[in-house]
Nanobody
Framework: QVQLAESGGGLVQPGGSLRLSCAAS????????MGWYRQAPGKQRELVAV???????DYADSVKGRFTISRHNTEYTVWLQMNSLKPEDTAVYYC???????????????WGQGTQVTVSS
């Protein structure tokens, strides 16, 4: 079993900042990717930012230069620093983990429950 603990969402004015945190725990042997997706009302879930293989960062074009993803060196935790927030960043943000429980076996995907980010004046 794996658990993802998300925190940091909330209401912020345009131009403001928020920092999301996601901590993974449980039976984790290796992580292939860990990051954040978001889903706005009436839209499909989309990638925001992800760290692959511990070091390769990938961002959605819409957040490049404004959002920064980082990870803890020894714990299964990632942070998403969101600056210069815009109303179009309003969405539920979901933590995503791709991991495996042992040396053998395949990778599994797990989603957090989501945290609401609202950017409004």
């Amino acid at each position: 079993q794996v658990q993802l603990a998300e925190s940091g969402g909330g209401l912020v004015q345009p131009g403001g900042s928020l920092r999301l945190s996601c901590a993974a725990s449980g039976r984790i042997f290796a992580i292939s990717a860990m990051g954040w997706y978001r889903q706005a009302p009436g839209k499909q879930r989309e990638l925001v930012a992800v760290i692959r293989n511990g070091e390769n960062l990938d961002y959605a074009d819409s957040v490049k230069g404004r959002f920064t993803i980082s990870r803890h060196n020894t714990e299964y935790t990632v942070w998403l620093q969101m600056n210069s927030l815009k109303p179009e960043d309003t969405a539920v943000y979901y933590c995503n983990l791709v991991y495996k429980e042992g040396l053998r076996g395949s990778y599994n995907e797990y989603w957090g429950q989501g945290t609401q980010v609202t950017v409004s004046s």
